[in-house]
């Protein structure tokens, strides 16, 4: 079985975020740098497959150099080789042009199951995965939180608003968008560690895949404005109401 993982590498939620010069993205100078936690279920799952089925396991990410450390992580937790699509302004392009790159490497390819994650942390679109699925013309369960495969046929279990599960079957080659909650990602071990450096890692300029325009934007970033916070009434009712009555003739246009 010939099998895809994609992967994104974004801060740290829990760094100290600032806005860039330009104004349209955040400064990526003083974050620290992990893998989407959604990407890890998917990475998880891939892994699971590949050890079930004796398949081949393929990382791919797209991103500036430094990427390279998240994808040893992909490779320590055990997939065969690393695809580092080169490109130093990632962050500018928007989920189509990000998936025309993913569909343009793997389209010849013919991968059998190809996993990422729901969304990423950082910009939340939850659409890469369903637009590769639809540039490759393949099936696409997405937010799944049970995963199974069985003689070319992959059963899932996907979450619906309200806590409704549903169960979806489809026979491969297919997609799949991984949910928090899918598997437990397996904690790293030194000898796996030592054995991602020296794995196989492809390193691909952006411009031999990219061959589509974003087609959105970001014009501007910004935190949003801090606002006064609420005031809290104490007191009798009858009290109560006449001071708020005080506060709205102060502060509004209500009139008596």
């Known amino acids: 079985m010939n099998i895809l993982v ?11 975020f600032k806005v860039d010069e ?20 998917a990475v998880e799952q891939a892994v699971q497959l590949k050890e079930e089925t004796g ?11 430094r990427v390279k450390e998240t994808m040893k992580k ?10 580092h699509v080169v490109d130093n302004e990632s962050f500018k392009k928007d989920p189509f042009a990000i998936a025309s790159i993913i569909a343009e490497f793997a389209g010849p390819k013919n991968f059998d199951l190809i996993f990422t ?11 890469v995965g369903v637009l590769v699925a639809e540039m490759l013309g393949l099936p696409c369960a997405t937010t ?17 608003e309200g ?6 079957t489809a026979s491969v080659p297919a997609l799949v968008t991984c949910q928090l909650g899918l598997n437990s990602p397996r904690y790293l071990t030194l000898p796996n560690i030592l054995k991602a450096k020296k794995k196989e890692m492809l390193v691909i300029p952006v411009a031999d895949l990219s061959k589509t325009q974003a087609l959105e934007e970001t014009t501007s970033l910004y935190f949003p404005e801090k606002k006064g916070t609420g005031l809290i009434l104490e007191g009798d ?12 003739k102060e502060k509004t246009a209500v009139l008596a």
């Open 55 to 65: 398949g081949d396991l393929t990382v791919l990410c797209i991103g500036p150099e």
């Open 163 to 168: 806590g409704v599960k549903a169960k979806v």
């Open 237 to 248: 009712v009858a009290d109560l109401a006449d001071q708020l009555i005080k506060i709205l």
């Open 144 to 160: 799944i939180v049970g995963f199974s495969f069985d003689n070319g046929v992959i059963s899932v279990k996907r979450e619906l």
């Open 74 to 83: 992909a490779l320590a937790m055990g997939c065969d080789r690393g695809v």
């Open 6 to 16: 994609c992967i994104k590498q974004v801060p740290d939620m829990e760094s100290r």
């Open 117 to 127: 994650g729901m969304q990423s942390q950082d910009r939340g679109s939850a659409q």
């Open 22 to 41: 330009d104004g349209t993205w955040f400064d990526g100078a003083d974050l620290a740098w992990r893998m989407n936690e959604y990407d890890e279920y």
